[in-house]
């Protein structure tokens, strides 16, 4: 177990019944009163920020979660297939789980697997990522500058809204927090 | 590492506002004293950690046993700016060390403090020449009681007088998650820091009065309402400015909570300190008083809208204890 002097920022810690990391706390303590931890912490889940005043002297339950590298194979009919880059074991995760950070996980890519309980519970990626248009209409040359866009398509099947110069074959810079599109890196 | 200038011109308002405060207490008759800061008896209360001094000496956590017997004595009006030590305490808004001012009224009734801070804040916001509707120091501080915010914030039925499994009943049912606390001062504080405190640092300077019974430290109970003390609470800017007392003068009394708080240290672990006899012995004489604490790192903090009391000390950065 764990206690409020134990608390610094990415302790992993049990709230009702689901697993949270600590984002940001300070020491807070009424004049006549016990000191307490002021508390934000996100929800490994869901993402959700929780605040908590955590008294001193509480005990915190540690939470059983452990992120692994793991190498992005290939996708079955339900799941998405991943291998352990140091053990090369191999692992499935329901495509319910990765949900929409699939659009932006090309194959080989390598991703932070989060396991909560033993079990795959979520994916990051990379907050950037590389990718080749697979599909896109004909740009319209001279017009780089207008701020004008159109959509094109990447491997994973997602769209993604671009400059209209930009062309298939073209390799692009993504932020995958976003889904925006930062720079071209290479021409076709 | 902070710019030499940006140090000169807190440390200059500081001293200004030190020079206001002082200035502000002589021209009310107050008398100015120097208690010991080492004392055998430190502040007894539950959570409070002195600091030890050796040879069965402590730091004091607040000079206010020392001050009460002045008055005890016949000093009808004094105050101190005192440093002040408090083991285990380091934050935005605390550290080990740091500097109190505190000040008796004989003969004054407890609201009589109340006009004595707001005359004070608005005194040390002109020394350093800021404005104080721009503060929002200029109107009349609001004036509250903890049975009112509990009711308002929590939409709890603060009664004062409940046992502690009543008081765990009222939280869970207002959704406070309150963790292991069993004691009644825990429970309280857990909704008070949930759901109060936040909404104190949103509104203008409030004054909160009638604490409950349990949280009397020093303070006698109310007349006519003895669920509550005499006490108040000044919140200013998000900040614990001052807490008052309507000072308990009742030596048997005052000996039971003494008693009660050393049964609880014990029960926790924590160090127990020998009980301050000469304070019980001195209560028969004291006159009824009104005595308050003021931080005045905070003060500063409030004034010049530091946002961490290390901004307003010199090296501030060292974080002590």
């Known amino acids: 177990m764990y206690d409020t002097s134990d608390i610094r920022k990415g302790l992993k810690i049990m709230i009702d019944g689901a697993p949270y990391t600590i984002v940001e706390f300070q020491f807070v303590k009424p004049g006549k009163g016990a000191a307490f931890t002021r508390t934000k912490m996100k929800n490994l889940l869901t993402g959700a920020v929780l605040e908590r005043n955590l008294r001193s002297g509480d005990k915190l339950e540690p939470a059983d979660v452990e992120t692994k590298t793991m190498q992005y194979l290939y996708a079955e009919a339900e799941a998405f297939v991943f291998m352990d880059t140091t053990t090369y074991d191999q692992v499935g995760i329901p495509k319910a789980t990765i949900g929409e950070s699939a659009d932006y996980m090309p194959e080989n890519i390598n991703v932070e697997v989060l396991f909560f309980n033993g079990r795959a519970v979520g994916v990051s990626l990379p907050n950037f990522i590389e990718q080749a248009i697979v599909e896109t209409d004909p740009g319209f040359r001279g017009d780089t500058a207008t701020g004008a866009t159109k959509p094109a398509k990447i491997s994973t099947g997602a769209t993604i809204n671009v400059p209209l110069f930009i062309n298939v074959g073209d390799v692009i810079k993504i932020d995958t927090r976003t889904g925006q599109y930062l720079e071209r890196l290479a021409r076709a | ?321």
């Open chain 2, 1 to 321: 590492m902070v710019a030499a200038r940006e140090v000169d011109e807190k440390l200059e308002a500081r001293a200004r506002i030190l020079r206001a405060v002082r200035g502000w207490f002589e021209g009310q008759g107050f008398l100015e004293v120097d208690t010991p800061a080492r004392v055998r008896s430190p502040g007894q209360e539950v959570h409070l950690d002195a600091v030890p001094s050796g040879d069965g000496h402590w730091l004091i956590t607040s000079p206010e046993y020392h001050m009460k017997r002045l008055v005890a004595a016949g000093l009808p009006r004094i105050v101190q700016i005192a440093k002040c030590w408090r083991g285990n305490e380091t934050g935005p808004h605390h550290r080990g060390e740091f500097t109190m001012v505190e000040w008796y009224r004989a003969n004054a009734p407890l609201e009589a403090l109340a006009d004595d801070c707001e005359a004070l804040l608005r005194a040390a916001a002109a020394a350093v020449g800021r404005d104080a509707a721009a503060l929002g120091l200029a109107a009349p501080f609001a004036r509250t009681t903890v049975r009112e915010l509990c009711a308002r914030h929590a939409g709890i039925d603060l009664a004062g007088d409940e046992d502690v499994a009543a008081l765990q009943a009222k939280a869970r049912a207002a959704g406070v998650a309150f963790g292991s606390a069993t004691a009644w001062d825990d429970v309280f504080y857990q909704v008070f820091l949930d759901r109060i405190e936040p909404r104190l640092a949103e509104a203008g300077p409030t004054f909160v009065f009638d604490w409950p019974a349990p949280l009397g430290a020093l303070a006698r109970p109310k007349p006519g309402d003895p669920r509550v003390v005499e006490r108040f609470e000044l919140y200013a800017g998000g900040l614990e400015l001052a807490n008052a007392f309507g000072e308990l003068t009742d030596p048997v009394e005052q000996r039971r909570r003494f008693e009660d708080e050393s049964r609880t240290r014990s029960a926790r672990g924590k160090q127990v300190y020998p009980i301050d006899e000469d304070l019980l012995a001195a209560l028969p004489q004291m006159p009824p008083t009104a005595g308050i604490a003021l931080g005045f790192d905070r003060l500063v903090m409030l004034v010049l809208g530091a946002l961490d009391i290390g901004e307003v000390l010199a090296f501030g950065d060292e974080r002590g204890a």
